[in-house]
Nanobody
Framework: QVQLVESGGGLVQAGESLRLSCAAS????????MGWYRQAPGMKRELVAS???????NYADSVKGRFTVSRDNAKNTVYLQMNSLKPEDTAVYYC?????????WGQGTQVTVSS
């Protein structure tokens, strides 16, 4: 059974940082391309960043230069370091494979950035 468990969200002020974690089980993590996604209220879920098994990363234009995705294959965990947070980054953040597999969506972790 696949489980993706996100953690690390919270309430911060604009300009501050957060580090999100996603612990994966039930998948061959080291061969998987992982993605971080977010969904703001009333908006569609969008891809924020992806990290291939080969080490390539890709970012949404809105977060380039501020967010960094990384992974620890020994811990089956993918991270999202978010710096210089803005109020428009407020959303529920999820991890999944890239492309995402619908049954694998977890509960996500809420990130709220106040101005």
């Amino acid at each position: 059974q696949v489980q993706l468990v996100e953690s690390g969200g919270g309430l911060v002020q604009a300009g501050e940082s957060l580090r999100l974690s996603c612990a994966a089980s039930g998948i061959i993590f080291r061969f998987s391309t992982m993605g971080w996604y977010r969904q703001a209220p009333g908006m569609k879920r969008e891809l924020v960043a992806s990290f291939t098994s080969g080490g390539s990363t890709n970012y949404a234009d809105s977060v380039k230069g501020r967010f960094t995705v990384s992974r620890d294959n020994a811990k089956n965990t993918v991270y999202l370091q978010m710096n210089s947070l803005k109020p428009e980054d407020t959303a529920v953040y999820y991890c999944n494979l890239f492309p995402p597999i619908t049954p694998y969506w977890g509960q996500g972790t809420q990130v709220t950035v106040s101005s």
